[in-house]
């Protein structure tokens, strides 16, 4: 869990690969070809189908079903990182992905006039959900029949102590 641009896609992609778990990108199951949202039932659908198929590492800030996802998750890592780092982090992504045509969510691709221009912007995003984010998450973690289940990081420090922590 964690904001746009918190590095959840990278987080996941370095944990699936480490320990060998399909990686669920909830971003790729919710948005079509053309940026084309799926219907929310096919979207929820799609998602329960992958994580009973196997072990699993999802990323994405989608909560639906009664917290299908939480209950089913073994952990639940939320990359609780300051506004300014997120920030920045979802400058550079954007721009690389603009710069080298790098596809994202299911082969869409980020434009210079979509991400300055138009309100479909990751920087507008970012900037209008970070705060309430940050609310939601913390009620979450608060949840009794989830509160176990929480590792919030803060700091990259804490990230790589993490992560050096997991035995494959």
């Known amino acids: 869990m964690g904001t746009s641009g918190s590095g959840k896609s990278t987080l996941a992609r370095l944990l699936s690969k480490r320990f060998s778990?399909?990686?669920?990108?909830?971003?790729?199951?919710?948005?079509?070809?053309?940026?084309?949202?799926?219907?929310?039932?096919?979207?929820?659908?799609?998602?329960?189908?992958?994580m009973k198929l196997s072990d699993w590492v999802s990323c994405g800030n989608f909560v639906f079903d009664n917290y299908y996802i939480f209950k089913k998750a073994d952990l639940i890592v939320w990359l609780d990182y300051?506004?300014?780092?997120?920030?920045?982090?979802?400058?550079k992504r954007?721009?690389?992905?603009?710069?080298?045509?790098?596809?994202?969510?299911?082969?869409?691709?980020?434009?210079?006039y979509q991400q300055l221009f138009t309100k479909y912007s990751i920087f507008w995003w970012v900037m209008t959900t970070y705060s309430r984010r940050k609310r939601e998450y913390t009620h979450l973690s608060q949840l009794p029949e989830f509160k176990n289940k929480w590792q919030i990081i803060q700091t990259q420090v804490e990230l790589d102590r993490f992560l050096k922590s997991l035995k494959v």
């Open 21 to 50: 778990l399909k990686h669920i990108e909830l971003d790729t199951l919710q948005f079509l070809p053309g940026w084309v949202e799926r219907p929310k039932n096919e979207f929820i659908a799609d998602a329960k189908k992958a």
């Open 82 to 91: 300051p506004f300014l780092k997120v920030f920045w982090q979802t400058i």
């Open 94 to 112: 954007t721009f690389r992905r603009i710069l080298f045509k790098e596809p994202c969510c299911n082969g869409n691709y980020e434009t210079f």
